[in-house]
């Protein structure tokens, strides 16, 4: 037996529908177990509950190649007497469009589970709970999983569901199952241990933390109750009733932007409807007219605003009572920073007893803090700390509203604000992994991974060569790079492969939805029209790509003589200065700036950041054409997205002082009320991007200065950036262990008073 089982009434209906599949194994137990380690996985997912309570959800994302286990000891949920494990499986149909777009499925759907149960003593084993005809399972086809949107539907979590008698308690162990048929178990040879999900792995990152939650108040209640009662109700400590025939709305208010699993409890209100709307923020009646985007303005503007979002909706059964309600679980965690509840009567009251959430996500433990001098960044930085949190679950996601899809450039981003406040690489290690399954025949990296769907953003994968060179600075961890340097190789193979007579990377992509591939550079006003590419990209090559080819072939020669290739290290420090002589012979106009593509009139703010990192312009023109976007007008600006290079950039040319205008988007987020970074100022589809979280960064690698400049943090620098601050203080969390810093300018003379104190054996340099 291979532990995999599966319902004997599958049908081939079933196989075009996301269907839930439930399964119990009942037993009893004459003393306590002391043990009980059990591995469980699924296909697509799954979420244990032993004895009524919910014990785990996973497994971790996996994909055609790598499939993972999860292992749990269920002893602590365990009691004497009678005990029940159940497992809800939610199964995606294979076609990519019909199902979430960052969760794979294989041709064979199942439950996999093995355990055993050892008595107090952990000498004898007691019981065999692995999967077998043992357990019994029934499949669920009422529940609806229908697509968040018509155009574009990377999700498909949201529910239409409706109360169902037979199924009321069935998670306890007093539940009579016995309607149920026996579980199928999958004879060997059935599962291909080759592939997914034979080929079953332990996980590699930790579980999610779950923390319970209760909303913090109202923002509109159009409903007979007071606002007094309804937080009453909220706390716990009342119980709300609808009357029968009637129509109410209420928004219910979470205090920020949260990711967590929402949990509601009714009784009486037979053919009741309850549509639960998550919303991110409130938005104006107006839309952008490029974007299609509503305007946001105040985000709490519940006055001229309206909320927009996606609904789940329950049927209520009306089988519940107030000693054991009817509850729902929506299968997914949600996205809200606000709840609106619309609730429709029929012929009886209906009693809601709850209404709450679990707050889930990536166990990050920040450790990193910084004061400043300038109050304004305590604000941001509570923005940015919840962005990045609210954007770390399984996989880093660019926006957990929306996609929920780890996409590299915006994941670079977010490991290196995770290895400033936290020195964690966990998720980091399994980025790495996950995007080099990605890796194409042609050598290009899928720009979001795991991904069903193919998804190019050639210049994406450039970044992949950043990570791991952040990941040797940091951690200095060989192993790791030889075993993914051959991804490195053939991205840069491809980026050579494809150049043109002028050796210019030659035009690779174009707009979303009108190329092969996506030219995606930043969302800069300028490029709306042009999907975030910039418009010399519809007829020719773009700078940019050339210059992403450069910085990689220069961060990729750095971890070649990390790893002692020195010749390709060599090779590719040749590679690179012909990329930049062919750069400045082909892409710079007469005024000295670098133009967005060979003959394009448009210089862009990104083509001068990009041309002092890879070095293409000497300090000198750098500062000067930097300036000239910077004072100047006409020239495309680095969003959020692109603000990280643009302060690297103004670091190199010894320019920081301008950093400080630019934190006037995020000031301005606070200002409007926002609790997590924006996607961008101009197409703020997003509430929370994580590559928005800079300050994480920024504060305590530059403002305190503290960073590696040597592989594996062999040594420290702390150089502060001290231009418009006047005193900086914190502690910095990096592998070797935590750095403080204080900084304060003297009031008698230019001079900067600095105290640095580090572990022993870490070098400051």
């Not at 355990?115 to 399972?137: F, H, Q, R, V, Y």
């Not at 001290?722 to 204080?742: D, F, N, Q």
């Amino acid at each position: 037996m291979n532990n995999w089982i599966w319902s004997q009434s599958w049908k081939h209906k079933d196989k075009k529908k996301t269907r839930l599949v439930y399964f119990r194994r009942t037993f009893i137990l004459n003393e306590k177990a002391v043990s009980a380690e059990i591995k469980i996985s699924a296909d697509t997912r799954y979420k244990l509950y032993v004895n009524g309570r919910l014990a785990e959800v996973g497994p971790s994302r996996g994909d055609r190649e790598v499939w993972y286990y999860d292992t749990i000891d269920i002893a602590p949920f365990l009691q004497i007497g009678k005990n029940a494990i159940c497992v809800i499986v939610l199964r995606y149909p294979i076609e990519s469009k019909l199902g979430n777009h960052g969760l794979f499925r294989n041709e064979i759907p199942g439950l996999y589970f093995s355990g055993t149960i050892a008595d107090k003593d952990s000498k004898e084993i007691n019981l065999d709970i692995s999967a077998d005809s043992n357990w019994k399972c029934m499949i669920n086809r009422d529940i609806k999983f229908p697509p968040e949107e018509e155009r574009f539907a990377p999700l498909l979590i949201h529910e239409v569901s409706k109360g169902d008698e037979a199924l009321h308690g069935w998670l306890l162990p007093d539940y009579d199952d016995g309607s149920w048929e026996e579980a199928a178990s999958y004879k060997k040879g059935i599962i291909d241990e080759a592939i997914s999900p034979g080929n079953i792995n332990p996980r590699t990152i930790p579980y999610m933390y779950r923390k319970s939650r209760n909303f913090t108040g109202l923002l509109e209640n159009e409903t007979d109750k007071s606002n007094e009662e309804w937080e009453s109700f909220l706390n716990g400590n009342a119980i709300i009733s609808i009357p029968s025939d009637s129509k109410v709305r209420v928004v219910i208010d979470a205090g920020e932007e949260m990711t967590g699993y929402l949990h509601l409890e009714v009784y009486g209100g037979k053919k009741s409807c309850i549509s639960i709307l998550q919303s991110e923020c409130y938005v104006q009646d107006e839309v952008s007219p490029i974007t299609k985007v509503p305007v946001k303005k105040d985000r709490l503007d519940v006055k001229n605003g309206h909320l927009t979002g996606y609904v789940d909706v329950y049927k209520v059964g009306g089988f519940g009572t107030a000693d054991k309600p009817e509850v729902y679980d929506p299968y997914f965690f949600r996205t809200f920073r606000m709840i609106e509840l619309t609730i429709e009567t029929s012929d009886e009251d209906l009693h809601i007893k709850a209404f709450s959430y679990e707050e889930t996500g990536y166990p990050l433990d920040v450790v990193t803090k910084v004061e400043t001098s300038d109050n304004d960044f305590a604000a941001i930085w509570n923005i940015s700390e919840r962005t990045l949190k609210r954007c770390m679950h399984e996989s880093y996601e660019d926006c957990p509203f929306y996609e929920q899809l780890q996409y590299v450039m915006d994941t670079r981003a977010q490991i290196l604000y995770t290895y400033a406040v936290s020195a964690d690489d966990r998720l980091a290690r399994k980025a790495i992994d996950d995007f080099a399954r990605s890796q194409r025949s042609n050598g290009l990296l899928n720009s979001s991974y795991p991904n069903v769907n193919a998804n190019v953003i050639p210049g994406f994968s450039i970044y992949y060569i950043l990570i791991l060179h952040d990941h040797m600075m940091y951690f200095g961890d060989k192993k790791l790079i030889r075993r993914y340097i051959f991804v490195v190789d053939k991205i840069l193979d491809y980026f050579d492969r494809h150049l043109d007579k002028n050796g210019l990377v030659e035009k690779i992509g174009g707009k979303l939805m009108e190329a092969r591939y996506w030219s995606f550079i930043d969302w800069a006003v300028e490029w709306n029209p042009t999907t975030g590419m910039p418009p010399a990209g519809l007829n020719g090559p773009i700078t940019m790509e050339s210059l992403l080819y450069v910085l990689g072939l220069q961060k990729a020669s750095e971890l070649m003589e990390y790893i002692g290739r020195i010749d390709t290290a060599s090779e590719y420090l040749d590679r690179a200065d012909r990329m930049k002589k062919a750069i400045r012979h082909s892409c710079m106009r007469e005024d000295g700036m670098l133009a967005d593509g060979p003959g394009s009139s448009d210089a862009s703010q990104h083509g001068q950041v990009f041309g002092v990192l890879t070095g293409v312009l000497s300090q000198e023109e750098g500062r000067k054409n930097l300036l000239r976007t910077i004072k100047g007008s006409g020239f495309a600006q680095c969003t959020v997205a692109m603000r990280f290079y643009l302060f690297r950039a103004l670091e190199e040319l010894e320019l920081y002082e301008y950093t400080r205008d630019y934190w006037d988007s995020w000031k301005n987020m606070v200002n409007y009320r926002c609790t997590t970074s924006i996607e961008s100022e101009d197409y703020s589809r997003s509430e929370c991007h994580a590559w928005g979280a800079l300050a994480l960064y920024e504060l305590p690698s530059a403002i305190l200065g503290v960073r590696p400049i040597e592989p594996g943090c062999g040594k420290i620098i702390v150089r502060p950036h001290t231009e418009y601050l006047e005193w900086a203080r914190g502690t910095v969390k990096l592998p070797v262990g935590e750095i403080e810093v204080s900084w304060e300018k003297s009031q008698e003379s230019e001079e900067c008073n600095i105290s640095i104190k580090a572990p022993e054996g870490v070098k400051i340099v």
